[in-house]
Nanobody, 119 residues
Framework: QVQLVESGGGLVQPGGSLRLSCAAS????????MGWYRQAPGKERELLAS???????NYADSVKGRFTISRDNAKNTVYLQMNSLKPEDTAVYYC?????????????WGQGTQVTVSS
């Protein structure tokens, strides 16, 4: 059994910063790509940023230059540093990980953490 537990969401004023964390635990042999998504009310879930086990990153245009994804492979943890936050960044943020066991692989999701950007 594998769990992804997110933390770090909350209420922040426009222009502020937050750092999200997502820690994976359980029967993990290795983790390939990890990513952060968000879903605002009435909208589809969108991919914001992804990072491979080797550290290669990709970003959506909407967050490029403001958000930074990183990971600590020893801790099976992925982070999302969010700067210059805007009201339109308000959403539930989810992490995702491509997890490999000894003889299987599967994509896992975190439970989601609310980020609200408002004055």
């Amino acid at each position: 059994q594998v769990q992804l537990v997110e933390s770090g969401g909350g209420l922040v004023q426009p222009g502020g910063s937050l750092r999200l964390s997502c820690a994976a635990s359980g029967s993990i042999f290795s983790i390939n790509a990890m990513g952060w998504y968000r879903q605002a009310p009435g909208k589809e879930r969108e991919l914001l940023a992804s990072i491979t086990s080797g550290g290669s990153t990709n970003y959506a245009d909407s967050v490029k230059g403001r958000f930074t994804i990183s990971r600590d492979n020893a801790k099976n943890t992925v982070y999302l540093q969010m700067n210059s936050l805007k009201p339109e960044d308000t959403a539930v943020y989810y992490c995702n990980a491509a997890v490999y066991g000894s003889s299987w692989s599967r994509s896992y999701w975190g439970q989601g953490t609310q980020v609200t950007v408002s004055s």
